[in-house]
């Protein structure tokens, strides 16, 4: 006869243990029958009684099986089995199910790592999570407060009247980023297209076609190297509220931002790379005052690379203005932004989808928030004139010509969208893996990805 194919009217583990903690140590509720199924994590043999740790989701409960009862066990550490019996206590108090019945629902056939010890080899975490999620209970716990995390990020957009859209993954020009992408090649079409890079473009549409507030939490795609914050698959919400500016934007994204981390974590004070931050608490930084203060703020591209390279600043790769404005940033100012920080008004050569400023057209309505030297959001004033983003796209195309190869390359239809008229509009994306990283107090954004990309083993 084989297993069994299913289990149903399970309860849950730890609801189990909350009844059986309110009983006396010794005690069962014989009038109370429950049903758990989980893999069996321990075995203790006392004689006629033998005690089974069982774990599910929800926590770890433990098992009294009264051998007259239930018979031999034929068990192996880490077979799946559903039970029958009676919430209780054992003699030393330990919350527990008097077992009635068992059976076996799947068996182990390969050995299961150290029960003690877990998995001790990071890689083979990454490679292996289903052995990570099996015996940790630190894992599987993250992977439920990061689903939670994103849930309440829904809750909040879906609460101030956003509508989740979706947009295509597989696109014939990719855009809304500074990053190399992915390509593929459809038979279909007999055309390459790309794996998006961003959101950008295609909610900006949608502004155009009048939804006005939309908004998307999306697996994005980027073919660059790893970093402790950086994977070439991660994911990200953007959203595009029309009427709105960077600075409605801004507010938007803390009241996110914090809302996400009381629902996570509890409340807004965390402890990311070794600084105690606090998510409710946003100090304010402009981009130019900030490299000022480091004595590398200038227009003048012979005269930034002089400033970077007597500062020890490898500046080889840098081929135009913008590349080496954006170097010094990234070595001098991002690193020391230890509180949370909005970094507002960039060059317009860095930014080429946001409106000028009002009182410099060489400055943009944009910010990046950072937190202990990591971005985790970018947002614009959303340029919204057709003719001037044409010139924009140009811009970059010289970039591109400069060798900026993860300059914009251009959308010739997002321009034809945006003659139609489109409204004036704040747009941010957050970083959903950099936002867990710091709620759960994790280095690497490896750690925060149930299963991140790796490279192939030889």
Known sequence: MGLAKRFPDRDEAAAVRADAEQLEPGATDTATKRRLAGRVMARRDMGKLVFLDLVDRSGRIQLICQLERTGELDLHLGDIVGVTGSPGRAKRGEPSLQVDELEVLARIRAPLPDTFHGIEDVELRYRKRYLDLLMSDESREEAVQRARMVSAIRAYLDGEGFLEVETPILQPRYGGGFAEPFVTHSELLD??????????LYLKRLIVGGLEKVYELSKDFRNESYSYKHSPEFTQVEWYEAY????DTAERMKELVRHAAETTIGGTRTTFRGHDVDLSQWQEVQFVEALDAHGVWTRDAAELRAKLTEAGVDVSSDRSWAQLADHAYSHFVEPELIQPSIVYDWPLELSPFARTTDDDETLVERFEAVVSGMEIANAFSELNDSEEQAQRFA????????????????????????????????GCGVGVDRLVMILLVKDSIRDVILFPTLRARD
């Open 395 to 426: 811009m970059q195309e010289s970039e591109r010509e400069a060798g900026a190869v993860e300059a914009e390359p251009g959308d010739p239809d997002y321009v034809e969208a945006m003659s139609y008229g489109m409204a004036p509009n704040g």
């Open 244 to 247: 709105a500016d960077y600075k």
């Open 191 to 200: 055309a390459d297209l790309y794996l998006r890079i961003a959101d950008e």
